[in-house]
């Protein structure tokens, strides 16, 4: 598990002062994967920098399982980091060594004996894909590939918690789909707690069970992905479920009004329990179903018709466990 308590890093240009990080609190828990998301800017450098303690924060603290990194002192600093592996955007392996050789390269700065080394980075490569590779040089692989080498090389000290920076920016869709389960694999069969840095959302459907938003350096919103989504109107949410435009001719002579739901087993739909209630038809005009963190969620821009309340509408899904607005006014539930 890793812990962040109000994590500040302030820089100071001549007399102005850069707070790239002010007060990030987080935690994960182990077996777990929880995404930073964030445009450029947003403080997600700095953070990853502050989390692998590459750069010292100002304030605050990150503990693993206990033990809090920013107290330990530069001496014990190489062995601590061993808590914490690290995935970087590029791989940055060294193209002059084999892949066994990348890999080993940790467990040779923490003096582990030949023969112990040599087993531990045989097992890493079959556990990445790449069992048969190890005697290749990484001009020879594919940016998957090389990725692939860079995640056995970040879990070769068994550390505790997995730190993705962008891993897969670099990489074409289908790639990135091979990446981003491979991580949420080593995920559930080492029980590690994983932080993924990234700016695009679909990275976070695919493997987050948690989500935080960071912007100008601060938390902004952050939760369980399943109850982030229920947030109706918040951010995260709003990206997570993003609605396609609709035909403006299609929302006349009516109200238009926005629900999201789970879908659940007992019952019958909410908008069709909505229209069974009120014995009118609500035609959706724009929609998305989405599968996040194990819940199927739907979202619906849908049309009330005149003559009937489509604040009484929204109550009433309200009642039955969905989430409802009207298109221009404050969320009701």
Do not use: W
């Amino acid at each position: 598990m890793i812990t962040v308590t109000d994590l500040k890093k302030v820089y100071h240009q001549g007399k102005r002062e850069i707070r790239a990080l002010d007060g990030v609190t987080l935690s994960v828990p182990d077996n777990s994967v929880h995404g930073i998301i964030g445009q450029s800017g947003a403080g997600k450098s700095t953070l990853v920098r502050c989390l692998a303690l590459l750069d010292r924060p100002t304030s605050g603290s990150v503990e693993i399982n206990g033990v809090e990194l920013t107290a330990v002192h530069a001496g014990e600093l190489r062995k601590a980091r061993r808590r914490l592996g690290v995935v970087f955007q590029q791989a940055n392996l060294f193209d002059s060594q084999t892949i066994a050789g990348n890999v080993a390269y940790p467990l040779e700065l923490a003096r582990i004996p030949a023969p112990e080394r040599d087993a531990k980075v045989a097992e890493l490569l079959r556990l990445v894909g790449l069992g048969e590779s190890g005697e290749a040089y990484p001009s020879q692989l594919s940016g998957g590939q090389r990725q692939r080498v860079g995640i056995a090389r970040a879990l070769a000290t068994d550390p505790d918690v997995l730190l993705c920076d962008e891993p897969t920016s670099a990489l074409d869709p289908a790639t990135t789909a091979e990446i981003l389960d491979l991580i949420g694999a080593i995920k559930a069969r080492l029980g590690l707690a994983v932080l993924v840095i990234t700016h695009e959302m679909h990275v976070v459907k695919r493997i987050c069970d948690s989500v935080s938003l960071l912007e100008d350096g601060r938390v902004l919103e952050s939760g369980l992905l399943v109850e982030t989504v229920g947030r109706f109107g918040s951010r995260l949410s709003d990206a997570l479920l993003a609605l396609p435009p609709h035909d403006p001719t299609e929302a006349a002579g009516g109200t238009l009004i926005e629900v999201l739901y789970a879908a659940t087993s007992d019952g019958p739909p909410k908008l069709t329990a909505a229209e069974r209630h009120f014995g009118i038809d609500l035609p959706v005009l724009s929609g998305t179903i989405e599968h996040l963190a194990g819940t199927t969620f739907h979202r619906a821009r849908v049309r009330v018709p005149a003559g009937t309340s489509a604040d009484q509408v929204v109550g009433f899904l309200g009642e039955v466990g969905a989430a409802a607005a009207l298109s221009a006014g404050e969320v009701v539930r």
